[in-house]
């Protein structure tokens, strides 16, 4: 779904550190996050007794408004989780009804759903889209490519029209080092590229990089629904060539696993933000 990106711009998401991946589909054997905490935003995530991902929200702070939230329902045999989202832009208000499918592994193939969008003030219907997406993965299970498709539904049917592009990924070795999304190759909407810290090691980490594709995708990323994350922790995010925000660890080292409690986010304007996270 194609909307403003500024959601994207203040979510502050996805990869992890130079560490041990568990096995793609499986949540963390041993941690899972339960919040990321800032003076800004705060971030819950709950889980089923199983330790699948039921339930995200994404609050900003100190008004404890939330701008985007979703739960999330495998099926018996999770081939599918169906999720119901919304995001908040302004006075703008999307809502998803989506199923995706997964592989074997619990790695994301497809996903079809039906996008609303409301007017805040007057909760009036301004449109809605069916959408399709589909992801495919590298032979290292390393995503590789979406590509989606909109079809707005109007009075008469959908529209005969429909509206695709794609996002590609780059990876270097392990790491994801950047992506670019677009309809047309040769002029990209947005480039992400992203460098590391070589020389830091953890074993559990937060997801910093922009949110693939949705918000809601967030916490599906941290269980590995999208294939193997990177490996090493990022140093640095670059947003279109002009817009770069740089990051810092504090790291926590035990006798059996190392944790990455809190992180640090530096603006290009020098604002930096302190984000706490919360383990289970």
Not at 16 to 36: A, E, L, Y
Not at 202 to 219: D, F, G, H, M, S
Request: hydrophobic share 30%.
């Amino acid at each position: 779904m194609k909307y403003s990106s500024i959601l994207f711009l203040i979510l502050s998401m996805t990869i992890t550190s130079c560490q041990k991946n568990d096995d793609p589909g499986s949540p963390s054997s041993r941690h899972r996050i339960s919040f990321i905490y800032s003076a800004k935003y705060t971030q819950l995530f709950d889980y089923d007794p199983d330790g699948k991902i039921k339930k995200w929200r994404h609050v900003e702070n100190p008004a404890s408004q939330t701008i985007a939230a979703a739960s999330y329902i495998y099926s018996a045999d999770e081939s599918t989780i169906q999720i119901d989202a919304e995001e908040l832009h302004g006075d703008q208000r999307w809502i998803f009804d989506e199923v995706m499918s997964l592989d074997i592994d619990g790695i994301a193939k497809s996903a079809e759903g039906e996008a609303r969008l409301y007017r805040v003030k007057d909760n009036s219907l301004l449109m809605k889209k069916r959408y399709s997406v589909n992801f495919s993965y590298n032979s290292l299970k390393q995503l590789n490519d979406i590509q989606i498709e909109e079809k707005r539904i109007i009075d008469n049917g959908q529209d005969p029209y429909p509206l695709k592009w794609n996002i590609d990924f780059e990876w270097n070795d392990e790491n994801l080092i950047g992506y670019k999304e677009y309809t047309n190759p040769a002029s990209p909407l947005t480039v992400y590229e992203y460098t590391y810290y070589d020389d830091v090691e953890t074993e559990y980490a937060p997801i910093v990089q922009y949110p693939v594709l949705r918000a809601y995708y967030t916490p599906l990323s941290y269980q590995n629904h999208f294939g193997v994350l990177s490996k090493c922790l990022v140093k640095k995010a670059t947003v279109g060539n002009n817009y770069t925000t740089h990051y810092s660890y504090n790291i926590s080292t035990g006798p059996s696993n190392s944790i990455v409690e809190e992180y640090f986010e530096k603006t290009p304007n020098d604002d930096e933000t302190k984000h706490t996270i919360g383990w289970e």
